[in-house]
């Protein structure tokens, strides 16, 4: 008869259950340290293509926004085509309240660039944007109806981040 090792049933369950339980701390651990931040908690998501637009219902400024993204692991949402203006659409629609787009003019008033300070290429303004109200308006909002605004960065808009 073979002798009783390490590759018999009652053996290798033992190790699968010791493994178990380490993986669980494991993942414990990984749970903690991301606080619900992690991309998985923007439940309501829409893709196209390759990006992945998503919002939890929280909103903030343009800086907030930004940062909460940037947390998450994405970036704040930023269409280059009409079909991810789109997707975003969708998102703003289920909320009903307009979102920052990651598109400013901080830099060169009048010149609007993506987060990576490269010069936009498709735009979708509204009739009569960008008009630069008081001369006070750097960021990009996206309204309901898919159409973009420029805006003071410092309102309170609904947060949706691409990965
Ligand atoms: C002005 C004229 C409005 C326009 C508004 C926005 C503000 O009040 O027609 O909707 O500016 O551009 O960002
Ligand atoms: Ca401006
Ligand atoms: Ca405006």
């Not at 749970?31 to 293509?49: R, Y």
């Not at 509204?126 to 109200?133: K, W």
Request: charged share 25%.
């Amino acid at each position: 008869p073979k002798a009783e090792c390490c590759v018999t049933g009652k053996h290798l369950q033992n190790q699968i259950r010791n493994l178990q339980g380490q993986l669980k701390s494991l993942q414990d651990i990984i749970n903690k340290k991301h606080k619900g931040k992690t991309a998985k908690d923007f439940i309501n998501g829409s893709q196209i293509s390759e990006k992945l637009f998503a919002a939890n219902g929280s909103a903030g400024d343009y800086k907030t926004s930004k940062a909460t993204c940037s947390r998450a692991g994405g970036h704040l949402a930023s269409p280059r085509t009409s079909s991810e203006n789109g997707a975003i659409q969708q998102i703003i629609q289920r909320y009903n309240k307009a979102a920052y787009l990651d598109i400013n003019d901080m830099e060169t008033e009048g010149i609007f660039k993506y987060q990576s300070m490269e010069v936009i290429g498709y735009v979708n303004w509204a009739p009569g944007e960008p008009n630069d109200t008081g001369g006070g308006e750097d960021c990009v909002e996206m309204y309901t109806d898919g159409r973009w605004n420029d805006r003071s960065c410092e309102e309170e808009r609904l947060i949706i981040c691409e990965f």
